[in-house]
Nanobody, 116 residues
Framework: QVRLVESGGNLVQAGGSLRLSCTAS????????MGWYRQAPGKLRELVAS???????NYADAVKGRFTISRDTSKRTVYLQMNSLKPEDTSVYYC??????????WGQGTQVTVSS
């Protein structure tokens, strides 16, 4: 049993900041990448940012320079610092963990709403 618990979603004004957190627990033995995806109503789920087990980040073009992903391996936690938020960042944000043996796991999602 694997569980991902996300937190940090909220309503914020444009230009503001939020920090998302996701902690993995359960039968996870070797984590490869961890990341954040988002899905707005009527749209496909898209990658926001990911980070490899050795700490290399990858960002979607839309968030480069505004968002920063980091991880604490000992705590099985991944963070997403989101600055200079825009209304178009409004979405449900999902945590993803890729485990070496069992593949992908997903969190339940956390709502981020940016008002103009």
């Amino acid at each position: 049993q694997v569980r991902l618990v996300e937190s940090g979603g909220n309503l914020v004004q444009a230009g503001g900041s939020l920090r998302l957190s996701c902690t993995a627990s359960g039968s996870i033995f070797s984590i490869n990448a961890m990341g954040w995806y988002r899905q707005a109503p009527g749209k496909l789920r898209e990658l926001v940012a990911s980070i490899t087990r050795d700490g290399r980040p990858n960002y979607a073009d839309a968030v480069k320079g505004r968002f920063t992903i980091s991880r604490d391996t000992s705590k099985r936690t991944v963070y997403l610092q989101m600055n200079s938020l825009k209304p178009e960042d409004t979405s449900v944000y999902y945590c993803n963990v890729n485990e070496r043996t069992y593949g992908d796991f997903w969190g339940q999602g956390t709502q981020v709403t940016v008002s103009s």
